[in-house]
C-alpha cells in the first residue's frame, strides 16, 4: 500500500522541528559559555591593570597572554555567529547578539599622542576612532582617540580628540576600537 504523502510531510516536519530546536539549545548553550568567557576576561583584564609596572617582562607576558584569550573568544564569536545562522536560518530572535571588541593598550605616552599595541593586525587604520578607558575603571569612558599613523601589525599611534577633565593617558590604559 503507497504511503500517504501527508504522512511523509507530518514526519519530515517533526524532524525539522527537532533539529531546529537542538540547534537552538546548542546555540543557547554555546552563547551562554560565551558570554562567561568575555567576562572571565573583562577580569583578567583588571586584574592585569592592577598589578602592572612600566617595564615588567611578566606583565607583557600575561598581556600576550590575555590578547590570545581574547581573540580565540572573538574567533569563537563569530564562528557562534555564522553556525547558528546557518542552522537557525528564518530566525533572527535565535542569532547570537554578541559584537566581538577589538581592545588594545596604551604602551607609551607622547604629549598629545599616545602609542597603542594594535595595528593593521586588528583592523585599524589612519582614521580609525578609538574609545579611550583607564586602566583602573575599563567600564568608564574617558575619552576617544583617532589613529594618526598605523606603523605595523601590532602597533600605532594616535591623537587624543577629547579627554574627560583632569584624565591623563597612562601607560597600560586600555583602548577599544569603536
Known sequence: MPAWPGRDLRK????????????????SQLQETLTRQQQALQELQQVVSS?????????????ATLAQLQADTQKAA????ANTASSVAGNPAGRPNV??????????VDR???VIDQGSGKGLRV???LAFFKATD?????????????????SSRARILTMAAGVRPEFGD?????
Open 99 to 108: 559584537a566581538p571588541v577589538t581592545q588594545g593598550y596604551v604602551t607609551n
Open 138 to 154: 575599563p567600564t568608564t569612558r574617558v575619552g576617544e582617540l583617532e589613529v594618526t599613523v598605523v606603523t605595523g601589525a601590532g
Open 127 to 129: 582614521g580609525s576612532r
Open 174 to 178: 586600555i583602548v577599544r576600537l569603536e
Open 12 to 27: 519530515r516536519t517533526r524532524n525539522i522541528s527537532t533539529s531546529s530546536s537542538e540547534a537552538r539549545q546548542a546555540q
Open 51 to 63: 598589578i602592572r609596572t612600566s617595564g615588567d617582562e611578566n606583565y607583557s607576558s600575561l598581556k
Open 78 to 81: 563569530a564562528s557562534l555567529a
Open 112 to 114: 598629545n599622542e599616545v
